[in-house]
């Protein structure tokens, strides 16, 4: 999952040279110009900008070097956008590098262009860590979406999840001269581009290379000679009629978006942390919904905590739900700063966690975790003793994992603060009791007897999510957690990060520290109880035995249980709600494993969304999963690779037991 960063050195102009591949990133003082020439210019973006009816307009791009293609065509939307006037229409770029450079060294490269500093700041402020994967990034107010995937073209490509009738309406295909990179331009490449492409796609690149003009025209594109920039003299540029369909990869997890009005009316039913992140994620496409909460205020069940510990799972292999977290959290960690830095209050903690390796089995697997190198050092790395005791201003006889990004939220202020960020309207007191569809849209109704429609809704109900009758065929795992409130005292009050072993500890605010957490199956009660105090603290004492001042720490009964909703695999569920009967009929010979072309898309319920089963990390992942869900919704681009989104689709668990004929 790592990627290796670029090496740069920089020439006598200050221009960025690639030494593995012997080539300028851009012309010397001129890659503005170049953009213009040859992407701008001969893609012909701003008169099919004026004539497109469609609200998203999507550019894949091949090498996103510094990114000046990106900024640089950022400008002329926002011109365009300015003179055209039209608030719906949204630009989505899709950029793949498999070799990313450095912050230190992209910020030293667009350093070169003040005149894109409104666009480059952005784009430094949200640079992602080098994991290998999708990173979406937002630009003018969510204007303009930038999906940056790190990994090497040929991999990235079959994992974007495509459309039947394609996805990219403009190829920037660039990176470094085919000379200098061959790995990068090959039939694959063209192929690839093709089944991307939507029909009328427009292509352009810099190169004349006499391969890349013929693989390009066998792919389906036709392909003419257009003047180059500066001194080239020649570049291509073209487009390629398509009339047939895209087969779907796995016809069973396709995402089939909403039918939806011009302005639909949108009810989020729910809360909570899921429901919050969902009107956030819409009102960024100007998009409002309401949120129906059954309790006299937001944030009342498992998303109540007021520190709740932030830091993803990772383990040593790099499986899909360890993939999904570290995705997640960088996605997450950008999302809560932006946030804050745009005047949106919450009490946090931006500290670091420390995964303590507290026993011999957990620092095994913590060491194995850090020799396989799975993770970039600036998402997680190995600290001795020593530096945990520096980094937590407490003595800690335990070296462990250390994750910067980590610390700690207060999950009221934070759910109410993304509220108030999407302008979204909230009801309380409404139990909703059922769910009907009637004449094309939703009836929800609710324990005092009134109804509301809504066109699209979505689930994002936490414990009570097996009580709706079209999900309780799901299988959602119910869990009972109980939070501590420690007084802050003696060395205690000294915490300065959070701490985690098999609960955690969070340091000091408003005089209490937070300790946690109990896990009862199957229990819904929500009353405050000594037993599992109890349990708190002995677990806490009992894997932090050779720290004296453990032993001093004392509960208060001011602490608090709620109920968290999981699932069987512990990853949450994201997507249209399955109507489960109707696709066990429909998917009763999986087991065969006949081709994909046997099976037809799945049956969902029409407009029925949810976000549902975060379990006890959802401060790392609803953010991005508002956002996968809120992207299906609208039929737009997946800020995941098709593996992964498979992994997060509801009806995973019927798909599995029909493969292995239980269902």
Partial sequence: MTITNANIRFNENGTPYATEFEDLYFSDAQGIDETTHVFVKNNKLLERWKEYSEPLFTIAETGFGTGLNVLVTILYF?????????????????????????????????????????YSQPLLEQYPIPVEGCHRLSFLGGKVILDLWLGDVHNVLPKIENKPQGLVDTWFLDGFAPS???????????????????????????????????GLREAGFTVEKQPGHGRKRDMLAGSIDKSAENLSRLPYFTRIPATMNKTPKIAIIGGGLAGANCAYALSKRGLQATLYCQDD???????????????????????????????AFNYASKLYKQLFNQGIHYSHQWCGTIQLAFNDKVASRYHKLINNQTWPESLVHWIDAKQATTLANLDLPYPGLYIPQGGWINLPELVSGLVKAADSKVETNKQLTSLERFNGAWQLNWQDGGHTDAD?????????????????????RL????????????????????????????PAWQGSHALGSTYIKDDKSCDYRLTEQHTNLAMHQQALTKCDWIHDIQATTKGRAAIRCSTPDHLPMVGAVPESSIQTQKYHDLYKALPAKHY???????????????GSRGLTTAPLCAEILVSQILDEPLPLANQLLDALNPNRFLVRGLIRRQG
Avoid at 182 to 190: A, G, R, V
Avoid at 300 to 327: C, D, K, T, V
Avoid at 600 to 614: A, D, K, S
């Fill in 78 to 118: 926002e011109k365009f956008m300015q003179q055209v006037g039209n608030p719906a229409f949204r630009l989505h770029f899709i950029s793949i590098e498999k070799f990313p450079i450095s912050h230190v060294d992209l910020a030293q490269a667009l350093s070169l262009y003040p005149q894109l500093e409104q």
């Fill in 180 to 214: 200098k990179n061959p790995e990068m331009w090959t039939q694959s490449l063209f192929e690839n581009m093709a089944l991307l492409a939507k029909d009328q796609c427009h292509f352009a690149t810099f190169t004349a290379a006499g391969h890349v003009k013929r």
């Fill in 297 to 327: 205020d937001l944030a009342q069940g498992a998303s109540g905590n007021a520190q709740g510990g932030f830091y993803p799972q990772l383990n040593a292999e790099a499986g899909h739900a360890s993939q999904i977290h570290a995705l």
């Fill in 456 to 476: 699209i809704v979505i689930m994002a109900t936490g414990s009570d999510s097996a009580d709706c009758e079209q999900m309780s065929q799901l299988p959602f």
């Fill in 479 to 506: 869990v009972r957690g109980q939070v501590e409130n420690i007084n802050s005292q003696n060395q205690l009050a000294d915490l300065a990060t959070v701490l985690c072993h098999k609960g955690y500890l969070t």
């Fill in 600 to 614: 037809p898309q799945p049956i969902n319920h029409t407009n029925l969304f949810m976000l549902c089963g975060l």
